[in-house]
């Protein structure tokens, strides 16, 4: 069965950091590209970054570029998000989610994470 | 970057009725449009990729039709658990999600 088990969320004040992790089963973890996508409370759905197989390409959105870096240790499993000056509006459940791809070609996200909260406040 | 917006906001539709939810991209997205589902309180679900294929799982009363800006996500009989926020998503050019489709029952 695959599982996608975030951790590392929490409250943190407005400039502060995080570092979330992203612990996968159930799949080969190295044969899939990952992203995060967040969800701030009563909002819907916005992608935050992917990362490749190997960990050697890697996309932000333009809100958290240059503050947020996505990796990935294939040996453990885990993919991470280290968020760094945090703001107010960074406030979201953020999810990991598992790529489908089509003979490399993105088709949505088929396993996603139950997610994890992440608020930004004094 | 493209916007997508969905409509309507909410839907009210009452069980074993059909559900028509509308996405419309600002521009071309070709055909690579998903689907999304999310319960309360889960993580979203994949419902359909390349604007009109079933993912894996997902019943046949799922179903999605269009290309380049209009898109539809047909329910053809809805059941009880089939009431959730429903978004779509383009992948032409990076990813962008509508704002969502509250499916509420009447």
């Known amino acids: 069965e695959v599982q996608l088990v975030e951790s590392g969320g929490g409250l943190v004040q407005p400039g502060g950091s995080l570092r979330l992790s992203c612990a996968a089963s159930?799949?080969?973890?190295?044969?899939?590209?990952m992203q995060w996508v967040r969800q701030a409370p009563g909002k819907g759905l916005m992608w935050v970054s992917r990362?490749?197989?190997?960990?050697?390409?890697?996309s932000y959105a333009d809100s958290v570029k240059g503050r947020f870096t996505i990796s990935r240790d294939n040996a453990k499993n885990t993919l991470y998000l280290q968020i760094n000056s945090l703001r107010a509006e960074d406030t979201a459940v953020y999810y990991c989610?598992?790529?489908?791809?089509?003979?490399?070609?993105?088709?949505?996200?088929?396993?996603w994470g139950q997610g994890i909260l992440v608020t930004v406040s004094s | 970057e493209i916007v997508m917006t969905q409509s309507p906001a909410t839907l009210s539709v009452s069980p074993g009725e059909r559900a028509t939810l509308s996405c419309r991209a600002s521009?071309?997205?070709?055909?690579?449009l998903a689907w999304y589902q999310q319960r309360p309180g889960q993580a979203p679900r994949l419902l359909i990729y390349?604007?009109?294929t079933r993912a894996t799982g997902i019943p046949a009363r799922f179903s999605g039709s269009g290309s380049g800006t209009e898109f539809t996500l047909t329910i053809s009989s809805l059941q009880s658990e089939d009431f959730a926020v429903y978004y779509c998503?383009?992948?032409?050019?990076?990813?962008?999600f509508g704002q969502g489709t509250k499916l509420e029952i009447k």
């Open positions: 159930g799949f080969t973890f190295s044969s899939y590209w």
């Open positions: 998503q383009q992948y032409n050019n990076w990813y962008t």
């Open positions: 390349g604007a009109s």
């Open positions: 990362i490749n197989r190997d960990g050697s390409s890697t």
């Open positions: 989610a598992r790529v489908y791809d089509i003979s490399g070609y993105y088709q949505g996200c088929d396993y």
């Open positions: 521009q071309s997205v070709s055909s690579n």
